[in-house]
């Protein structure tokens, strides 16, 4: 349903960023986009969104071609969600925010507010609504961009490093926010990031180096090669990394993510040498 | 962080004039500019100083308040007056001290300045006191709406307010973080002299504005990418409704006026 | 020897604040010279807020408060706190945007300046802190704000070290890194705490990324701390991160459970990947010369396991092992 074509971009006098890009998502998958710093994973998931337009190339979102002319449509069907979730809040109050998106596309204001409320409540953020986005933490501000975007029932939800400056339980609630969308409501996920947990909940790891997709794997077997995860600055999860390095060791307990099921593969052949 | 920068200077009160439609108290504020501006003599400044003296009474917000509101202005009010005093040479001589002179019509002129000064300041502060933010910017934009016919539009600059409202808190606790780090690294504002301050504030400033600056790149793409486009038509959720005590206020405010300037 | 003394510290906010105020209740803590201290809270746990006592920028409103030899007491103001902030280096969070000079020479030197070092000893301090850093001395000329982010936060963190201060105390350093830099900044922290003899005092909402290098944790929820101690105790309290709403890190939920299965004292227990990877290796049929007389067994046991995780499991496996 995401299409790029041949994709070439350039950042005013900079060097090529993409030269020939080329990358296609079928409706319903879940990519997480890793790669080196300054690779331009952000700039890759602001083309699809119509943020920034392609040198040449083109990209299709379920069979439309971006351009001047879909691009507001577009927009509506790909939600973005920003890293810094102070800077995407546009308004004085929760509620107001949530509508910003309904009044740019003129919706009615009765259908307005009926939707505000049946989103509010979906995300448990009815109680907020009539605050000023500066008082909540940022968790909170996140799943009310959420619900922002949510409102305007995309099909294609992009995260920019969304969970980045989350503390660890926001992060993890997210996560869980991002499979109920996936699993629940069959949205296509594009996801910038470099929380290992949530990119080994997704179905893809695409890597971005050097202008190109440089690898198109499994997210699994992204940890598995670690000078490549290295070099996306990406450290696998403890249970993870322990059993990868016990392989490493000659102690092939096969590969677990999971604290419990890790424990579960060591058990048997644990016991105290003294 | 300071609940005042998040509501601006409004007092949350139950009071009819917190009722009224913010237009009816722009548009009523602007008629009362022009009152004052026509009112020439004492008597129709006290009837004024009377209307206004009725609203604030009634308006659910202790006077003092209003007080405290027009403090920063006395020193421009101290000015002014000496200003009359000391260049208004029409009158009876009072005092006369080598080039200088104090007459009667200075001394009443510099009266009638302050006079004036302190109706508008304390009108204002009703307007402020009784409206929030997001109602005063609704308002607004509907008065300036025939600023539309000479090519400005309304609409940008109710957005940037917004924006303005949106994001002064942020950058307050931003820079407040900012002169706490300066201070850990040996530049304590309270500590320093002068001269010094100064260089200080130019360590606030700098980052300040970087800051402003990246947070507005961002901004921009957050509101483009949710479909924002300058200038094209949009809805709101927020609306205005005007009733007939706001119709009642305006007609009020139209007689005194013409009454200052028939007078 | 102590170099920090709170004694029922609490502070409370004076104005009307939108955000919940995060105050500190009857805070007592003692912190050692040559430490890494990990304080440990969620979000609105009042661990910024007590951070920032440690230089004197809040101040408590009851209880006594004693860093290094300046003392301050509850309702009485001390100024003048230079001296002793020369001697507190305080990171704040996200110190990148707090740089606001040309070079980053320029940026560096302006702490040593403001406490009274010379140019040439200024400069020479700034050299040491980018080294210290791990970025080399090409960086001098360079405007902070054309580096990368990575970068902007080594040169703002080596902005508080080039006052050369004997306590390093950082908000949550490690915030927005991506996990590798994470990993190399709470690296250089620690060879600055075991090499130089610094004193580390980090704020972190992430359990999992100090685990291995701090040697004292405090653990704060809404105002109060909630525990300090060892790595070790706080494996066998896993409850109180719970209730302080911290994620508890899977390298903690292993060794609880190896703990509690095997009998063995969380402080025999190794920490770290490789530390792990080489302890079960020792420890299990792997390292075992029969390695096949033991693999109808442990495919039996792993039966039993599922069945009923049952602490008998353990008695076994102990014995097989003797």
Redesign the interface.
């Known amino acids: 349903m995401i299409r790029l074509e041949n994709i070439h971009f350039q950042y005013p006098k900079r060097e090529a960023l993409f030269s020939d890009l080329k990358l296609h998502v079928p409706r319903g998958q879940w990519v997480s986009i890793v790669g080196p710093?300054?690779s331009g994973k952000s700039t890759l998931v602001?083309l699809v969104?119509g943020?920034l337009s392609p040198d040449s190339g083109t990209i299709h979102i379920d069979g439309t071609l971006l351009d001047g002319e879909s691009v507001?449509d577009i927009?509506?069907r790909t939600g973005?969600l920003?890293?810094?979730p102070?800077?995407?809040?546009?308004?004085?109050?929760v509620?107001?925010d949530i509508?910003?998106?309904?009044?740019?596309?003129?919706?009615?204001?009765a259908d307005?507010?009926q939707r505000?409320d049946a989103i509010a409540e979906q995300l448990g953020i009815s109680e907020w609504l009539n605050r000023?986005?500066?008082?909540l933490?940022?968790?909170q501000k996140q799943r009310v961009a959420i619900a922002?975007?949510l409102v305007?029932n995309p099909e294609i939800m992009i995260w920019d490093?969304a969970t980045?400056?989350l503390?660890?339980?926001?992060k993890?609630d997210m996560l869980l926010r991002l499979r109920h969308l996936h699993k629940n409501q069959g949205l296509t996920i594009l996801s910038v990031t470099?929380d290992?947990e949530e990119i080994l909940a997704s179905d893809r790891a695409v890597v971005i180096r050097n202008g190109v997709i440089a690898a198109d794997m499994s997210p699994i077997q992204l940890f598995e090669d670690r000078n490549l995860a290295?070099e996306c600055?990406?450290?696998p999860?403890?249970?993870l990394?322990?059993s990868l390095?016990?392989r490493e060791?000659?102690?092939d307990i096969g590969l677990h993510h999971h604290?419990e099921e890790?424990?579960?593969a060591?058990?048997?052949?644990?016991?105290?040498?003294? | 962080m300071d609940e005042r920068m998040v509501m601006g200077r409004y007092v949350a009160a139950q009071s009819w004039v917190h009722q009224l439609d913010p237009r009816a108290k722009l548009t009523a504020m602007v008629l009362f500019l022009i009152a004052v501006i026509c009112a020439d003599y004492s008597l129709e400044l006290a009837v004024i100083t009377a209307f206004s003296l009725v609203i604030l009474m009634t308006s659910g917000i202790p006077l003092r308040r209003y007080g405290r509101a027009s403090k920063p202005l006395w020193p421009l009010m101290a000015f002014m007056f000496l200003f009359y005093v000391l260049f208004e040479h029409n009158g009876d001589v009072w005092l006369s001290i080598g080039s200088f002179t104090v007459t009667s019509e200075g001394v009443l002129l510099g009266l009638y300045a302050v006079w004036r000064m302190l109706l508008l300041v304390c009108f204002t502060s009703i307007l402020t006191f009784t409206t929030t933010p997001i109602e005063l910017n609704l308002g607004l934009e509907a008065v300036l709406k025939p600023l539309k016919l000479i090519g400005v539009s309304p609409q940008q600059w109710t957005m940037m307010i917004t924006i303005a409202l949106r994001f002064i808190p942020t950058i307050f606790e931003e820079a407040n973080k900012i002169l706490k780090a300066q201070a850990s690294r040996g530049a304590d504002y309270e500590d320093l002299k002068l001269k010094e301050k100064g260089k200080l504030v130019v360590t606030l400033l700098v980052p300040v504005t970087v800051g402003a600056f990246r947070r507005a790149e961002e901004l921009v793409m957050a509101m483009e990418s949710r479909g924002y486009v300058l200038d094209a038509k949009r809805t709101s959720l927020r609306y205005l409704t005007w009733q007939g005590t706001d119709t009642l206020f305006i007609l009020l405010f139209i007689v005194l006026t013409a009454g200052m300037i028939i007078l | 020897m102590a170099i920090v003394t709170c004694e029922q510290i609490s502070y409370q906010y004076a104005k009307a604040s939108i955000h919940q105020p995060l105050a500190l209740i009857d805070v007592s803590l003692r912190l050692e010279q040559g430490k890494f201290y990990a304080i440990v809270g969620a979000t609105g746990s009042g661990k910024s807020t007590l951070l920032q006592h440690l230089n004197g920028i809040y101040q408590p409103t009851k209880g006594k408060l004693q860093v290094y030899d300046v003392v301050f007491a509850a309702g009485a103001k001390v100024k003048g706190l230079k001296p002793l902030r020369s001697r507190v280096g305080l990171v704040f969070q996200f110190p990148e945007q707090q740089l606001f000079e040309e070079t980053v020479e320029k940026d560096l030197m302006f702490g040593p300046i403001q406490f009274g070092a010379d140019e040439q000893q200024a400069r020479a301090a700034a050299v040491e802190a980018l080294l210290a850093v791990g970025l080399d001395e090409a960086f001098m000329a360079r405007s902070p704000f054309e580096l990368s982010g990575g970068q902007m936060r080594k040169v703002a963190i080596a902005t508080v070290l080039a006052s050369n201060p004997e306590l390093i105390v950082l908000d949550e350093p490690t915030a927005t890194l991506d996990p590798v830099s994470r990993t190399e900044l709470i690296a250089l922290l620690k060879r600055l705490c075991v090499e130089q003899g610094r004193t580390i005092v980090m704020v972190t909402h992430r359990l999992d990324e100090v685990l291995a290098a701090a040697d004292e944790f405090i653990l704060m929820q809404q105002g109060a701390v909630t525990y300090t101690g060892t790595r070790a105790d706080l494996i066998r309290s896993p409850h109180l991160l719970q209730a302080a709403d911290i994620v508890v890190p899977n390298e903690m939920k292993l060794a609880h459970e190896i703990s509690e299965r095997l009998g063995i004292v969380v402080d025999e227990l190794p920490s770290g990947i490789e530390g792990w990877a080489d302890w079960l290796i020792h420890n299990s049929d792997a390292a075992s010369k029969a390695v096949d007389r033991y693999a109808t067994d442990s495919s039996a046991s792993q039966q039993e396991q599922t069945d009923k995780a049952s602490p008998r499991g353990m008695t076994e496996s102990d014995e097989k092992g003797e």
């Open positions: 710093n300054g602001k969104n943020l507001s927009r509506r973005y920003f890293q810094n102070d800077n995407q809040f546009i308004a004085t109050t509620r107001d509508a910003f998106g309904m009044e740019n596309r003129c919706v009615p204001r307005m507010k505000i000023h986005p500066a008082s933490s940022g968790g922002g975007l305007l490093e980045s400056m503390d660890e339980r926001s993890q470099h290992a290295w600055r990406l450290q999860p403890f249970s990394a322990l390095e016990l060791k000659g102690m604290e890790l424990m579960r060591l058990w048997p052949s644990l016991h105290v040498n003294k």
